[in-house]
C-alpha cells in the first residue's frame, strides 16, 4: 500500500512482516501509559499531519482515528520512535476512556502479582 509518510522516515522504521508497528498512546503531562495500537505507514503519516491518532485495525483491515465512534479522542502532542525504530510513542491529551471497555487505560483492569527477591546480606545498592 502506498504512503505519504516522509521517506526519511519510511526508511527508518522497522517494521513486523505484516507491515506495522506497535504504537504505544501515552498521556502527555502525567506520563500514564494509556494503549497500545497498530501503525503502518500511512496510519503514522495520518497521527503527524491531522494531529489525532491513526491506527490500523489488524481485525477489521482498516483505519481507525481514535474518537471517531466513542467520542474519546487523542490530541496528538509529540511522537517518537524508540531507539531501534521499531515502536512508536505518541504523547497524547486523552478525551475519557483510551480503552475500547470504557477505562480510562487499557492497563489498569488485569495487574499481575510480581515477587520481589529477598535481598541478600551485603548487597544492598549495587
Known amino acids: 500500500m502506498s504512503s505519504n509518510l516522509d521517506p526519511a522516515i519510511a526508511a527508518r522504521l522497522k517494521r513486523s512482516a505484516d507491515g506495522l508497528v506497535p504504537a504505544i498512546a501515552q498521556q502527555y503531562d502525567t506520563g500514564e501509559v494509556l494503549m497500545l495500537g497498530w ?8 497521527t503527524l499531519t491531522t494531529g489525532r491518532c491513526t491506527y490500523w485495525s489488524r481485525s ?5 482515528v481514535k474518537g471517531d465512534t466513542s467520542g474519546h479522542f487523542q490530541h496528538v502532542k509529540s511522537v517518537a520512535l524508540d531507539c531501534d ?3 512508536v ?5 486523552q478525551v475519557g476512556a483510551a480503552c475500547h471497555t470504557g477505562a480510562r487505560t487499557c492497563f489498569d483492569a488485569d495487574v499481575l502479582p510480581v515477587s520481589t527477591p529477598v535481598e541478600q546480606p551485603g548487597t544492598a545498592g549495587q
Do not use: F, P
Open 39 to 46: 501503525m503502518d505507514d500511512e496510519a503514522l503519516h495520518r
Open 60 to 64: 477489521r483491515g482498516e483505519y481507525w
Open 85 to 87: 525504530a521499531d515502536t
Open 89 to 93: 510513542l505518541v504523547q497524547v491529551d
